[in-house]
């Protein structure tokens, strides 16, 4: 199944973060935005990904989507707007979502816009969940865009 940024290139179902969804819900492997009352958090039309507006003291998640991925070792890297510490403002965390566990996750270095973590999913791991996190002190708007498993 290939949505709109094609599992061939991206790894992800829709790698380009763009709705698909014509009655107003997202599809089982479409990006889901979440609401909050200190986010608010759209799909950038232009440039695909997704545009956050807001801030806070906690970690918020902003989005997430669902991904089957076959037991093994993989690299997700994205695009975001980088915190005065180069850090990404929105970082994409995994966890398997059938059942719930926290997935074993690698930090690697950023490089300007580019950012990356290395997980691993193990055999019990049936669906992995990819969420899009805002941490504090990052900038008042802050983008993420071009996901893509390895």
């Known amino acids: 199944m290939a949505g709109t940024g094609t599992?061939?290139?991206?790894?992800?179902?829709?790698?380009?973060?763009?709705?698909?969804?014509?009655?107003?819900e997202p599809g089982p492997f479409e990006w889901r935005l979440l609401s909050s009352d200190r986010w608010e958090t759209q799909f950038n039309a232009k440039d695909g990904g997704?545009?956050?507006?807001g801030?806070?003291?906690?970690?918020?998640?902003?989005?997430?989507?669902?991904?089957?991925?076959?037991?093994?070792?993989?690299?997700?890297e994205w695009q975001a707007s980088v915190t005065s510490d180069g850090m990404p403002d929105i970082r994409l965390t995994p966890i398997c979502a059938q059942p719930e566990f926290d997935l074993a996750v690698r930090q690697t270095p950023s490089q300007g816009n580019s950012h990356s973590v290395q997980f691993n999913v193990p055999?019990?791991?049936?669906?992995?969940?990819m969420r899009a996190m805002a941490f504090p002190d990052g900038s008042n708007r802050r983008w993420l865009r071009a996901?893509?498993?390895n």
Do not use: E
């Not at 918020?60 to 070792?73: F, Q, Y």
């Open 55 to 76: 801030n806070g003291p906690f970690v918020s998640r902003l989005a997430d989507t669902h991904i089957v991925l076959a037991p093994g070792n993989y690299r997700i």
């Open 7 to 24: 599992i061939a290139t991206s790894g992800i179902w829709d790698g380009r973060m763009k709705p698909m969804a014509t009655d107003g």
């Open 50 to 53: 997704i545009v956050a507006d």
């Open 147 to 149: 996901p893509r498993i």
């Open 123 to 129: 055999a019990n791991c049936n669906v992995v969940q």
